[in-house]
């Protein structure tokens, strides 16, 4: 089992840019190749990296991100986010990174608990079905909070 | 006894992990696989020697190679190499920590 002093790391991913997603999802799962438990709460617009509909079309932000380095204006013009998602989506799968779809594969699989959040599924008018079946169910914010509660555990907004 | 003697005459770097695959023989990885606190089985020999085979054909190893390998799959990996399988798995097969972040 690990040897570190972290033992369990909680994150919860409120956003579904790509950029916001793929760092929940690399640290989960670099936690569990080091040995450390972890789960992710997915919640308001988190909640769109879990629907089948919806997660293999996430975009990077162009507008309100200065690292774009693009003026707002011109990332807010038709076009600009799947462009610049796709020049993306190229350099990630260079780094044999995986899409949204197999990466859930790959977390579940490799026992990382994804739970989504009652409230926001309901604000939503989401059902069960909407989500991916690795889902390992819903919880209310009380319910995570519960499963932080013991020692070397971090918890992390995302 | 002579098992112990051959595992410590090997070098290894500070986290354990064997500088020169030329020292590594099966009785090194049991040894290391003990360390681990890991029994090993033949299948886990196995998986060993595909992560051996990978490493010979300069092939980068993560968990989605693994996923890909047709060797085997994810939980088995977990399961055969709790707490951290790329780690320790390498670490028995006596090849370097791989880089990889994913």
Not at chain 1, 17 to 36: D, H, Q, S
Not at chain 2, 6 to 29: H, I, M, P
């Amino acid at each position: 089992m690990s040897t570190t002093k972290v033992k369990k790391m909680l994150f919860i991913l409120s956003k579904a840019t790509i950029e916001n997603v793929y760092a929940a999802f690399i640290m989960a799962n670099g936690a569990r190749m080091e040995g450390i438990e972890a789960e992710i709460f997915f919640t308001f617009f988190g909640l769109e990296a879990v629907q089948k509909k919806k997660l293999n079309n996430l975009h990077v932000a162009t507008v309100g991100n200065p690292a774009m380095h693009i003026p707002t204006m011109v990332g807010g013009l038709p076009g600009m986010e799947a462009i610049a998602t796709k020049m993306m989506k190229k350099e990630m799968e260079k780094l044999d990174m995986p899409p949204v779809d197999e990466f859930l594969e790959i977390l579940s699989a490799s026992g990382v608990k994804l739970w989504g959040c009652k409230l926001a599924i309901d604000m939503f008018h989401l059902e069960e079905k909407d989500l991916i079946d690795d889902m390992d169910g819903i919880l209310t914010i009380g319910d995570f909070y519960n499963r932080a509660d013991q020692d070397g555990t971090q918890m992390l907004f995302v | 006894m002579e098992t112990q003697e051959n595992a410590l005459k090997v070098d290894r770097n500070q986290e354990g992990y064997l500088t020169d695959f030329s020292q590594w023989n099966k009785d090194v990885g049991e040894q290391i696989a003990q360390e681990e606190g890991i029994e090993m089985t033949p299948r886990h020999w196995e998986v060993i020697n595909w992560i051996q085979e990978q490493v010979k054909a300069d092939k980068a190893l993560s968990i989605r190679g693994i996923k890909k390998s047709g060797v085997l799959d994810i939980k088995e990996f977990y399961a055969l190499f709790p707490g951290g399988p790329l780690k320790i798995s390498t670490k028995i097969a006596g090849v370097p920590k791989p880089k990889s972040c994913i």
